[in-house]
T-cell receptor
Framework: EAQVTQNPRYLITVTGKKLTVTCSQN?????MSWYRQDPGLGLRQIYY???????DKGDVPEGYKVSRKEKRNFPLILESPSPNQTSLYFC?????????????FGPGTRLTVL | AQSVTQLGSHVSVSEGALVLLRCNYS??????LFWYVQYPNQGLQLLLK??????LVKGINGFEAEFKKSETSFHLTKPSAHMSDAAEYFC????????????FGKGTKLSVIP
């Protein structure tokens, strides 16, 4: 089944404790992206990647890092999480022919930083 | 600034009534436009998309949207609301020439009254 998976689905952590949220897709997509969703703000793009070893900042990259060492994986790293990073995070991927095609979203990761 | 604006954070309709969710965009070039739906505690699912072909786009679950360049709008409609349509709806767009950054509106929560 074609899908985008994220782990963990739920995470409660404390300020300053480094964490990684994994994202993996099995559709051979080149484009992958991370978003955060906050009430009243919709979804905002954090980082995106056009291909392996190619990443770009989105609208809200501060406090986040990403890496794209393999085509299928695009982990999101919070090196020193803070309470304002409490949010619902989505990973997405889309066709390698044109990234402006449909993006397929993962199920989301709900992160709480205490 | 290039943006996506959804008018109305909450919309209530009676079952069987017309659904109209509004989306306007600001872009220097014709954008790629999307409507996504998010059911409670789920990820985002594509309803429909506009990519410069037909201006009237039909999507899943009986939804459609019309691209109106003169009004910079891409409103989502459904002739007859069903209880199962209750969800949050997001308009999104790739704005600007060669943009690979997806910009979302803030979302409209649709309630369907029996």
């Amino acid at each position: 089944e074609a899908q985008v998976t994220q782990n963990p689905r739920y995470l409660i952590t404390v300020t300053g404790k480094k964490l990684t949220v994994t994202c993996s897709q099995n559709m051979n997509h080149e484009y992958m992206s991370w978003y955060r969703q906050d009430p009243g703000l919709g979804l905002r793009q954090i980082y995106y990647s056009m291909n392996v070893e190619v990443t770009d900042k989105g609208d809200v990259p501060e406090g986040y890092k990403v890496s794209r060492k393999e085509k299928r994986n695009f982990p999101l790293i919070l090196e020193s999480p803070s309470p304002n990073q409490t949010s619902l995070y989505f990973c997405a991927s889309s066709s390698n022919r044109d990234p402006r095609n449909t993006q397929y979203f993962g199920p989301g990761t709900r992160l709480t930083v205490l | 600034a290039q943006s996506v604006t959804q008018l109305g954070s909450h919309v209530s309709v009676s079952e069987g009534a017309l659904v109209l969710l509004r989306c306007n965009y600001s872009s220097s070039v014709p954008p790629y436009l999307f409507w996504y739906v998010q059911y409670p505690n789920q990820g985002l699912q594509l309803l429909l998309k506009y990519t410069s072909a037909a201006t009237l786009v039909k999507g899943i679950n009986g939804f459609e949207a019309e691209f109106k360049k003169s009004e910079t709008s891409f409103h989502l409609t459904k002739p007859s609301a069903h209880m199962s349509d209750a969800a949050e709806y997001f308009c999104a767009a790739f704005l600007g020439a060669g943009s690979y950054q997806l910009t979302f509106g803030k979302g409209t929560k649709l309630s369907v009254i029996p």
